[in-house]
């Protein structure tokens, strides 16, 4: 009978070990492509202003005129610390959906996982068109699947 695996940043593990799952999360990402340059001074103040209750309806709204809502390449601490709360409730997994195009990081989600004990899986794949290295656009499919 053959096992059913699953690939982790930590390595391969049995499916069965997957446990609770969150199957779309992005722990660690920069998706500055799609921000907003200010306009306005308003809009300025608001740019790099830190998320609070009185500026989160805002950002529902205006997603991508927040740099700080739009990259959390550099939150590891805040992530490791809401897995371990994940973990304690039962979780195990999370698929982490960033791909190379929006700082996919492979070294930080080894880290987080270690610090966490949360599994996680890690997107593939590119972006959008507009991310996507020129010299990938040209590449062969061997050329592509050697990418870490």
């Given at each position: 009978?053959?096992k059913s695996q699953v690939e982790t940043v930590l390595?391969?593990?049995?499916?069965?070990?997957?446990?609770?799952?969150?199957?779309?999360?992005?722990?660690?990402?920069?998706?500055?492509?799609?921000?907003?340059?200010?306009?306005?001074?308003?809009?300025?103040?608001?740019?790099?202003?830190?998320?609070?209750?009185?500026?989160?309806?805002?950002?529902?709204?205006?997603?991508?005129?927040?740099?700080?809502?739009?990259?959390?390449?550099?939150?590891?601490?805040?992530?490791?610390?809401?897995?371990?709360?994940?973990?304690?409730?039962?979780?195990?997994?999370?698929?982490?959906?960033?791909?190379?195009?929006?700082?996919?990081?492979?070294?930080?989600?080894?880290?987080?996982?270690?610090?966490?004990?949360?599994?996680?899986?890690?997107?593939?794949?590119?972006?959008?068109?507009?991310?996507?290295?020129?010299?990938?656009?040209?590449?062969?499919?061997?050329?592509?699947t050697e990418v870490r």
């Amino acid at each position: 009978m053959v096992k059913s695996q699953v690939e982790t940043v930590l390595g391969a593990i049995d499916a069965k070990d997957l446990g609770i799952t969150l199957p779309h999360e992005h722990l660690v990402m920069d998706a500055s492509y799609y921000s907003t340059p200010p306009a306005t001074d308003e809009e300025r103040e608001r740019y790099t202003a830190p998320i609070t209750m009185q500026n989160l309806n805002w950002l529902r709204h205006n997603l991508y005129k927040s740099k700080v809502n739009v990259s959390m390449y550099n939150e590891q601490e805040a992530v490791i610390a809401d897995l371990k709360i994940f973990k304690l409730t039962g979780g195990m997994t999370v698929v982490e959906n960033t791909v190379i195009g929006i700082n996919r990081d492979v070294a930080k989600m080894v880290n987080i996982s270690k610090s966490s004990g949360v599994h996680i899986v890690c997107g593939t794949g590119y972006f959008v068109d507009e991310t996507i290295p020129r010299e990938v656009k040209s590449a062969s499919v061997e050329k592509i699947t050697e990418v870490r």
